[in-house]
């Protein structure tokens, strides 16, 4: 090998979301709602897609054809009232599920990939709003699991 020649290392997809994993470390779970302390999706995004721009990797979710649900729940909630009373809190939302998929895809070789079987559940009043939701909470999930 001549000085002007530089060995050029082609890493797996494996390997570079390994890479990935370790320039994204942990968001600090900062945000506050519905009892729950949880990541900011933006801020997980911003270091994910990072890492994948920087090692040639795509994120391509998917529905699974067939698999989605729509339909309405009532909810029935015991609470307690400022004066300490006792009553049930009934509700009516739309409940939306389905079987996901997410492939992971080396940018350099499309023919290596990685697929992930994954599931969205959402509920709101609206399903378009339930769909969404659970489609942005399914995501935040997945990133900080995956």
Do not use: C, H
């Not at 739309?94 to 499309?110: F, G, H, K, L």
């Not at 994954?118 to 609206?126: E, K, T, Y």
């Amino acid at each position: 090998m001549s000085e002007n020649e530089t060995l050029t290392v082609r890493l797996n997809l494996y390997q570079k979301l390994a890479k990935i994993r370790a320039i994204s470390d942990a968001v600090v779970k900062e945000l506050r709602g519905f009892n729950y302390t949880y990541s900011d999706i933006t801020a997980i995004l911003a270091k994910v897609t990072a890492g994948m721009k920087k090692y040639g990797v795509s994120l391509i979710p998917s529905i699974v054809p067939g698999t989605a649900s729509v339909e309405q729940v009532t909810l029935v909630n015991t609470k307690t009232t400022k004066a300490g009373e006792i009553y049930d809190a009934t509700t009516t939302e739309t409940q939306v599920s389905a079987e996901m998929v997410y492939r992971w895809v080396n940018d350099e070789d499309p023919e290596e990939y990685i697929d992930v079987p994954w599931f969205v559940v959402g509920s709101q009043a609206d399903p378009s709003q339930a769909m969404g939701s659970g489609l942005t909470y399914t995501l935040r999930q997945f990133l900080t699991n995956y």
